[in-house]
């Protein structure tokens, strides 16, 4: 196996790596090295976990890193470019320090908002992947996932964004709060999902009492731990499409993220008139990284 490059997107709680060819993706690794669980030593220990077999003696592979690795708690700070601007520069891109002579580490700075503050890490390589893989696309890129990203798109920029903490705050609902003891157990129900978002849509002030109402229904109407998962998601949905609604009315929207939660997203817009379109995360991940590392060694 000759590796070309390594392409890497490193998240708060996961690590993921592809050794990259001439034709494309030659093998993967993950693991839970999370930036959450290490300091900034750990980093490439951690790494070389992953890829130490792909390395060759004598030979050194660029390795082209996206996401949290690049924050003030990774492994080496790539600092935030202002929008608007292209989501992703080759020029920009950070070199981490490496004691192992076999690497050459190059991280992919996030982006930041001043008015109103937003930050993101991760997502702008997926939205230039969408790029790649959609050239002359102009609109709206929404990227479902712990902190849900909705981004305007135009003429190649990312011109503005919005985060919403969708995704964290269904994690702690439904393992933290008193909603957890109605959540016990697997199973969806599509018909539920669609009730909590029809009720978040049209009344997005009275979403506390329609949480809580979650909890009361399992208690003396027997509502199952599918339904109240299902009714969970769509009121959190719905509220967030409530607010983004300056977004994505009357846009052409394309959704990046895991296929169940894109799936989730899709179903709530369609409820609006909308036919998003769906990329898998990983392609547009490795399609943005590929970009990156294209243009440099161009």
Not at 207 to 234: C, H, N, T, W
Request: with cysteine; glycine share 12%; net charge negative.
């Amino acid at each position: 196996m000759t590796v070309e490059w390594i392409a890497v997107d490193w998240g708060t709680t996961n690590l993921r790596v592809w050794a990259m060819g001439h034709r494309g993706v030659l093998a993967e690794a993950v693991s839970d090295d999370g930036m959450g669980r290490l300091d900034s030593d750990g980093f490439e220990p951690a790494l070389m976990r992953l890829i130490g077999p792909w390395l060759q003696d004598g030979k050194r592979t660029e390795v082209v890193a996206c996401g949290m690795v690049g924050s003030r708690q990774g492994w080496h700070e790539a600092p935030y470019r202002t929008v608007p601007c292209v989501p992703l520069d080759p020029l920009a891109l950070v070199a981490a320090p490496t004691r192992d002579a076999r690497l050459s580490v190059q991280l992919v700075p996030g982006l930041k908002q001043t008015l109103p503050a937003d930050v993101m890490r991760g997502e702008e390589t997926q939205i230039a992947g969408v790029l790649a893989l959609t050239p002359g696309y102009d609109g709206i890129i929404c990227l479902p996932g712990t902190h849900s990203k909705w981004a305007h798109v135009s003429a190649g920029e990312v011109i503005s964004f919005q985060t919403f903490l969708t995704g964290e705050m269904f994690a702690l609902l439904s393992q933290a709060s008193v909603l957890r003891h109605g959540m016990v157990g697997d199973g969806w129900d599509e018909a539920a999902f669609d009730e909590g978002l029809s009720d978040a849509l049209s009344r997005p002030e009275r979403i506390g009492a329609k949480l809580f109402g979650i909890r009361a229904e399992g208690l003396i109407a027997g509502l199952s731990a599918a339904a109240a998962k299902a009714r969970l998601s769509g009121l959190l949905i719905g509220m967030e499409l409530a607010a983004a609604r300056p977004y994505w009315l009357g846009q052409a929207v394309t959704l990046v993220g895991s296929e169940g939660l894109a799936r989730s997203y899709a179903r709530a817009l369609r409820t609006q008139g909308l036919e998003p379109r769906i990329v898998s995360g990983t392609e547009a991940v490795l399609a943005g990284l590929q970009a990156a590392r294209a243009k440099v060694t161009a």
